[in-house]
T-cell receptor
């Protein structure tokens, strides 16, 4: 079955530590996205990528970094510069570069501070 | 003012009731409208996707868009306990790449 796989489901970060969240899709979608979800707030866009080797900052990119070396993979690194990383992180993809198709989501990674 | 406003609820209804979920928005350029269902500790699942104004029906779900009022609705008929989830509205303009999400309405359907 095609879909978006995020791993791990739960992740704990120590002070000063960088952590990387994995996102893999086998839908052959061009565009991929990372969102952060906090209680009572809508999804906030961190980064997005329309094609391989290209990505753009979203609304809350500070303290995060991404790479897009392969079409199917879009890992997100939460750096030590992100002072409030505790949240539910969602990866999404969509089939067209122009974004006229809706996004489909993975099942998320919950990140907490140790 | 947020671009998309959605009442967080919670909304509690008895099984079999008709549920109405709503969002208002401020950007008249929005043309694509979506409803997602999100169960606890899961990612959002696309329920309905509509373009411009009008109604769209899929089984027990009906999505309605009123662009003149900048108001969208999702109706759930014959609600079931399995419909208990958070419902997110989302929207985007034609040329843009960014989707704007509402904060979600939490729905409980009691057996």
């Amino acid at each position: 079955d095609g879909g978006i796989t995020q791993s791990p489901k739960y992740l704990f970060r120590k002070e000063g530590q960088n952590v990387t969240l994995s996102c893999e899709q086998n839908l052959n979608h061009d565009a991929m996205y990372w969102y952060r979800q906090d209680p009572g707030q809508g999804l906030r866009l961190i980064y997005y990528s329309q094609i391989v080797n290209d990505f753009q900052k979203g609304d809350i990119a500070e303290g995060y970094s991404v790479s897009r070396e392969k079409k199917e993979s879009f890992p997100l690194t939460v750096t030590s510069a992100q002072k409030n990383p505790t949240a539910f992180y969602l990866c999404a993809s969509s089939p067209q570069k122009t974004g006229n198709q809706p996004q489909h989501f993975g099942d998320g990674t919950r990140l907490s501070i140790l | 003012q947020k671009e998309v406003e959605q009442d967080p609820g919670p909304l509690s209804v008895p099984e079999g009731a008709i549920v109405s979920l709503n969002c208002t928005y401020s950007n008249s350029a929005f043309q694509y409208f979506m409803w997602y269902r999100q169960y606890s500790r899961k990612g959002p699942e696309l329920l309905m996707y509509t373009y411009s104004s009008g109604n769209k029906e899929d089984g027990r779900f009906t999505a309605q868009v009123d662009k003149s009022s900048k108001y969208i609705s999702l109706f759930i008929r014959d609600s079931q306990p399995s419909d208990s989830a958070t419902y997110l509205c989302a929207m985007r303009d034609t040329g843009g790449f960014k989707t704007i999400f509402g904060a979600g309405t939490r729905l409980f359907v009691k057996a």
